[in-house]
């Protein structure tokens, strides 16, 4: 069949119980599957109140009340869209990693789809972070406006390696990165989200998304977040 295919056998590595060893499981589901046995992750859903009518409340004020700028309007449009969506992943994520936790432990599609979802959030994450500079670099006027510095270990470099982990999973195959018999760049532990180079904790995934509800809460309603520029500068 060619080097690419392998032929193994590992019915002798089931346990008594018909379960799968902890070997098995880290090598086809990901690194540390087998460790992986609890996670104390935030519920975020009840956390901002108005977290699901940051889109709509945005509209209505920008129509009745006053908006932004063609390019800090689409900016803002565009960050709003993505908190929206890092709120949503990481509820589904919370619950499908519940889901597989509480199923036994040995489900491949249940472990699929927590980090599936996790994926998500951790990509919208990212380009609401991204969308963010822009919207900071036009209201300084600071066009090398940076949010962080490399390998400076913030949260928001760290966010950036772990969510490029998962967006370039095909170049860390291609180029030999993946870690030695693993089918994952990215796995859940008891504390958070791994890869090869970084980590977050579920508790530092809930402070990316307070981070980002306060910079939702200011845009959602451009005349005021005008009013408060004016009385924290003294000009209009």
Known sequence: MGEWFLMENHAVELKG?????GAILNKYIAPGVSDFTDADIPDMTRHNAESGHWIDNHFLNSVFRGSFDDALGA????????ISGA???????RTTTREFLEGGR???SKYSSALMHWEYFLTQSWQAHELL???????????????FEKNDGSLTQRLYTVAGAMRHTEKAIASGQMIEDSRSPVWLTNDGIESEKDRLT?????EILDHLAGWADLLVDPAAMKDKAIAATGRS
């Open 202 to 206: 579920y508790s530092e995934n809930a």
């Open 87 to 93: 709120f949503e992943e990481h509820a589904r994520a």
């Open 106 to 108: 040995q489900s491949p």
């Open 75 to 82: 900016y803002a449009a565009g960050l709003l869209r993505r």
């Open 17 to 21: 119980t018909g379960r799968f060893t």
């Open 133 to 147: 500079r822009r919207v900071i670099a036009t209201m300084s006027g600071e066009e090398d406006y940076r949010l």
